[in-house]
């Protein structure tokens, strides 16, 4: 049985005391909360201070990027070891908002998920394709090419740590949503694709997230899905109220 995992990924939000603000309400109001893994992961610039706030609570804490060196003369980065150092314990990769506005690539993602592996850091990958690839048929090409490229050349062993974001790049902020239908249609097709380059065991292990304007309306829904384990959040996140329901409505 996978356990749900209920990532926010809070973007260019929050400053440090807002940050502490919000973080500080979900440890109260979740704290009975075992049966979902629940992940926050704010500005870098708030991660020590979060850290200090979630210790020996139930959440959990990731950066939303990383660089692949550990260290050297790379102006404006931050690496793997630091972000580790800061308290993470997970990292999102390859977020569709990197690959469009910063120039992400799989083989990009690829080398960041090598770094974030080698500080023994869990991966959230994510995949995802435009509205434009959806319309004329593409999605699983682009999956496909997308999943496989980022995860070429790791072990079974590795790919077992991942965790996978189908992120269909139209929904995101857009109000749209994928239906519960499409979604799942696209994670089965991600866990094929797995036990592929892995085997069967470890696709039937791994978690596979949806992200794309997931609300408290909608959880339920999506999480009744076979293949569903849960959410990346975006701007349902950066609310108490509405991210609080969403860990409770994944239950």
Not at 48 to 75: C, H, K, P, R
Not at 84 to 100: L, M
Not at 204 to 219: C, E, F, M, T, W
Request: proline content about 4%; some cysteine; hydrophobic content about 40%.
């Amino acid at each position: 049985m996978r356990k749900p995992i209920i990532a926010g990924n809070w973007k260019l939000n929050k400053t440090i005391d807002a940050s502490i603000e919000l973080v500080t309400l979900l440890k109260r109001e979740l704290s009975d909360v075992d049966e979902v893994d629940i992940v926050v992961c704010p500005v870098f610039t708030s991660l020590s201070a979060i850290n200090d706030v979630i210790l020996e609570s139930n959440i959990d804490m990731g950066a939303q990027n990383l660089y692949w060196e550990d260290s050297g003369a790379f102006t404006g980065e931050v690496s793997a070891p630091l972000i580790k150092d800061a308290g993470c314990k997970y990292v999102i990769i390859g977020h569709s908002e990197r690959r469009q506005f910063f120039g992400e690539t799989n083989q990009t993602v690829n080398k960041k998920i090598k770094a974030a592996l080698a500080s023994g850091l869990l991966p959230i990958v994510c995949v995802g394709e435009v509205l434009e690839e959806r319309e004329t048929g593409k999605t699983f090409d682009v999956v496909k090419t997308q999943v496989t490229q980022s995860l070429a050349g790791f072990t079974p062993d590795e790919l077992s740590k991942f965790i996978i974001a189908y992120e269909p790049v139209w929904a995101i902020g857009t109000g749209k949503t994928a239906t519960p239908q499409q979604a799942q249609e696209v994670h089965k097709f991600i866990r094929g694709i797995i036990a592929e380059i892995g085997n069967d065991e470890i696709a039937a292990a791994l978690r596979i997230q949806y992200g794309g304007s997931v609300k408290p309306d909608n959880i339920k829904e999506l999480m009744s899905q076979e293949d569903i384990d849960g959410a990346l959040v975006g701007g349902a996140s950066l609310k108490p109220d509405s991210f609080i329901a969403l860990v409770k409505g994944a239950l």
